[in-house]
């Protein structure tokens, strides 16, 4: 019994798999951005803070 | 009896990551840096994911003559070609807008000429003048590390630190006397190449007061390893102080 010819299947399954690899990357970016860089960024912007009322207060008192 | 903790600007074992910033310059660096790692997560997902894919939906358990029919698809080599286009746009344009900006050297308050040997360091500050009409200038040797002292780092500690103050515009103007060196400091975001025969500048404007650790970033012989930086920002007044006392 011939097979029968495989055709179409990257055209059928085209969209499903760009759309899935492009949503996943977008979606690891933005979990990459928002669960990891801002945090970190408002940690270091807490700290030069912290550190400049410090040195108010250290000048405050000399 | 105070102990006094001294946190330096220096790199550390096992490091990854970047030294903290001490410059608006190396700020910057450092967040073009995080954001083109949205786009570098973002790739590297999608990559996997169609490698996944691939992997999934051609294998030869399958089908053994799948890939037989697989020879051309236009569509998907427009999708493969403007995607990666749209990326690289968006990361050139914060990329070139940083490295504009970087390049600016707006009214300077100091100028210090830096000059590269085969292997140290000198320092000229060419505003201010020493007790004899001349200007300020010294070399700058690594410390053996048969002459350590407690604290000082192996391959980073100098005899004579460039002290700088905090707060100020200086413009650094780079070249060398004998082969290409780099003048490098990652914290305050600096690394120009000294050439022979060139003035190359820079400029860093220091928010803090510490001592930054760079080394030679350009091979230039033997002792390329052993010529490193030290960058001592001070306060102004202690900067005039230090200027006065030379």
């Given at each position: ?62 | ?57 051609f294998n030869s358990t399958k089908s053994g003559i ?181």
């Amino acid at each position: 019994m011939p097979v029968a010819a495989i055709t179409g299947k990257l055209r059928r399954k085209i969209w499903t798999d760009i759309s899935t690899a492009l949503g996943l990357g977008v979606s690891s970016g933005y979990a990459y951005w928002y669960f990891y860089y801002i945090p970190s960024v408002r940690r270091r912007q807490e700290y030069y803070l912290k550190l400049e009322k410090e040195k108010l207060a250290a000048a405050g008192t000399e | 009896m105070n102990t006094v903790i001294v946190l330096l600007d220096a790199p550390e074992p096992w490091q990854i990551g970047f030294q903290d910033s001490a410059t608006p310059g190396f700020e910057g660096i450092v967040a073009l840096h995080d954001s083109i790692l949205f786009y570098l997560v973002l790739i590297l997902v999608s990559v996997f994911w169609i490698l996944f894919a691939i992997i999934n939906n051609f294998n030869s358990t399958k089908s053994g003559i799948t890939y037989k029919y697989l020879n051309h698809g236009t569509l998907l080599e427009l999708i493969w070609t403007i995607t990666p286009a749209l990326v690289l746009i968006a990361i050139a344009f914060p990329s070139f807008k940083l490295l504009y900006t970087l390049d600016e050297v707006i009214d300077p308050s100091l100028t210090i000429k830096v000059t590269g040997h085969q292997w140290y360091w000198s320092y000229e500050y060419s505003d201010m003048l020493a007790e004899n009409g001349e200007s300020i200038e010294f070399e700058s040797y690594m410390v053996p590390e048969s002459d350590l002292e407690e604290g000082q780092l192996r391959l980073l500690a100098v005899d004579s630190n460039l002290i700088v103050p905090v707060n100020t515009h200086i413009r650094f103007i780079v070249t060398s006397t004998d082969v290409i060196h780099d003048f490098a400091v990652p914290s305050l975001g600096l690394k120009i190449d000294a050439t022979p025969g060139r003035l190359n500048q820079t400029s860093a404007l220091i928010e803090r007061a510490g001592i930054f650790y760079g080394q030679c970033s350009e091979i230039c012989g033997v002792w390329h390893g052993f010529m490193p930086i030290v960058v001592e920002a001070v306060e102004v007044s202690d900067f005039f102080a230090w200027v006065d006392s030379n």
